[in-house]
């Protein structure tokens, strides 16, 4: 099968300091999930792969292209797409200009109102809010203008990183069910998650990485059912 993403034997860190050893992963279509302990380097690796930070060597295959020294703008260019943890909306503006915010790539702007139609489809909340602030939003509505705000720039892969942090339990599983139904509409989507039972539930592949390797993998189901997960991560 063809993947989207591969990230081949990856180290990566911070100046002096290694973070990732030889991390390898492949996203595919649909749903690849990375889990891991506070600190293990989930968001490292979402910057590398981003373009945020620098990679020591190693590889990034996107789209079969090797994107590995692009910059991150480039790489945003041709749909290396994050959505940011924390959400970091445009607070003072509304939910229409945040979503337009999104859709400043070229390629992006030519897809604008089928992307709008779009993600209105998948938020109509938001299409009755679109004059609201975004600052004056709930936290599970300032999600999905985040998460709607990454499919305006028509994303190739989009990439989640903890979706779920601070939210509710019932908007978790909003958000969870959100993503759930762009995997069936066949976006790849590379997400980075604490909750590691619903997360595990709905992804095709995932990862655990421990200080910055990976050390295990295998479906969604297969890490559900594996002994280490359950004690290190379902608390079973
Ligand atoms: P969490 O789930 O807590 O967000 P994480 O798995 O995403 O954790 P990272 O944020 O990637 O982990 O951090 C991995 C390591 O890199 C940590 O030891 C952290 O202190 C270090 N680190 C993160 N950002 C920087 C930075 N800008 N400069 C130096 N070290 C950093």
Same mark, same amino acid.
């Given at each position: 099968?063809?993947?989207?993403?591969?990230?081949?034997?990856?180290?990566?860190?911070?100046?002096?300091?290694?973070?990732?050893?030889?991390?390898?992963?492949?996203?595919?279509?649909?749903?690849?999930?990375?889990?891991?302990?506070?600190?293990?380097?989930?968001?490292?690796?979402?910057?590398?792969?981003?373009?945020?930070?620098?990679?020591?060597?190693?590889?990034?295959?996107?789209?079969?292209?090797?994107?590995?020294?692009?910059?991150?703008?480039?790489?945003?260019?041709?749909?290396?797409?994050?959505?940011?943890?924390?959400?970091?909306?445009?607070?003072?503006?509304?939910?229409?200009?945040?979503?337009?915010?999104?859709?400043?790539?070229?390629?992006?702007?030519?897809?604008?109102?089928?992307?709008?139609?779009?993600?209105?489809?998948?938020?109509?909340? !938001? #299409?009755?809010? @679109?004059?609201?602030? *975004?600052?004056? $939003? %709930?936290? +599970?509505?300032?999600?999905?203008?985040?998460?709607?705000?990454?499919?305006?720039?028509?994303?190739?892969?989009?990439?989640?990183?903890?979706?779920?942090?601070?939210?509710?339990?019932?908007?978790?599983?909003?958000?969870?069910?959100?993503?759930?139904?762009?995997?069936?509409?066949?976006?790849?989507?590379?997400?980075?998650?604490?909750?590691?039972? !619903? #997360?595990?539930? @709905?992804?095709?592949? *995932?990862?655990? $990485? %421990?200080? +910055?390797?990976?050390?295990?993998?295998?479906?969604?189901?297969?890490?559900?059912?594996?002994?280490?997960?359950?004690?290190?991560?379902?608390?079973?």
């Amino acid at each position: 099968m063809s993947c989207v993403l591969e990230v081949k034997s990856l180290n990566a860190g911070y100046d002096e300091i290694q973070i990732l050893w030889d991390v390898s992963i492949k996203t595919c279509s649909g749903l690849c999930t990375i889990i891991g302990s506070n600190g293990a380097g989930k968001t490292t690796l979402l910057r590398a792969i981003t373009g945020i930070i620098p990679t020591i060597n190693g590889s990034i295959i996107f789209d079969g292209k090797d994107i590995t020294k692009l910059p991150a703008h480039k790489r945003a260019q041709i749909g290396v797409i994050m959505v940011p943890e924390g959400r970091l909306l445009f607070g003072e503006m509304s939910v229409l200009e945040n979503l337009q915010m999104g859709a400043y790539l070229k390629r992006a702007k030519n897809k604008y109102k089928q992307n709008l139609d779009f993600v209105f489809s998948l938020f109509p909340k !938001l #299409s009755e809010r @679109i004059n609201q602030k *975004a600052q004056s $939003l %709930s936290g +599970g509505e300032q999600q999905m203008v985040a998460i709607a705000r990454g499919l305006m720039a028509d994303p190739k892969i989009l990439i989640f990183d903890e979706p779920s942090l601070g939210l509710s339990p019932k908007l978790t599983i909003e958000v969870f069910s959100i993503i759930k139904s762009l995997k069936e509409k066949g976006i790849a989507m590379l997400l980075v998650e604490q909750n590691v039972h !619903l #997360s595990l539930s @709905i992804t095709n592949n *995932a990862y655990v $990485l %421990s200080e +910055g390797k990976i050390v295990l993998s295998g479906s969604g189901g297969d890490l559900l059912e594996n002994p280490q997960v359950k004690t290190a991560f379902l608390g079973l």
